[in-house]
Nanobody, 122 residues
Framework: VQLQASGGGLVQAGGSLRLSCAAS????????MGWFRQAPGKEREFVTA???????VYADSVKGRFTISRDNAKNTVSLQMNSLKPEDTGVYYC?????????????????WGQGTQVTVSS
């Protein structure tokens, strides 16, 4: 499974960005897909995840502002980020979990993309 994240950039606080992750693999529709982020000097943290059927889980810090979605026909997962804050700054990674349900622990994910930088200025 190969994952390619894109869509990062520089945005002012209060603005929006949409990240995308393209995945290879014939059974993409069965994967749990997640987004994580890592700020400089901090550990990688969970942002959100979506099951094959569309069930979602969000970190409390992004609830109501971020929305994850997937298009199984196109093997893509997206992250719509609204009302961005400076503390949302970091490298955002998409990840795939081949079996199980959406969970927050990064150790449960089997494949990782290369990351895309999101910078929110105040």
């Amino acid at each position: 499974v190969q994952l390619q994240a894109s869509g990062g950039g520089l945005v002012q606080a209060g603005g929006s960005l949409r990240l995308s992750c393209a995945a290879s693999g014939r059974t993409f529709s069965s994967y749990v897909m997640g987004w994580f982020r890592q700020a400089p000097g901090k550990e990688r943290e969970f942002v959100t995840a979506i099951s094959w059927s569309g069930d979602t889980v969000y970190a409390d810090s992004v609830k109501g502002r971020f929305t994850i979605s997937r298009d199984n026909a196109k093997n893509t997962v997206s992250l719509q980020m609204n009302s961005l804050k400076p503390e949302d700054t970091g490298v955002y990674y998409c990840a795939a979990r081949l079996r199980g349900s959406p969970v927050a622990g990064p150790g449960h994910y089997d494949y990782w993309g290369q990351g895309t930088q999101v910078t929110v200025s105040s």
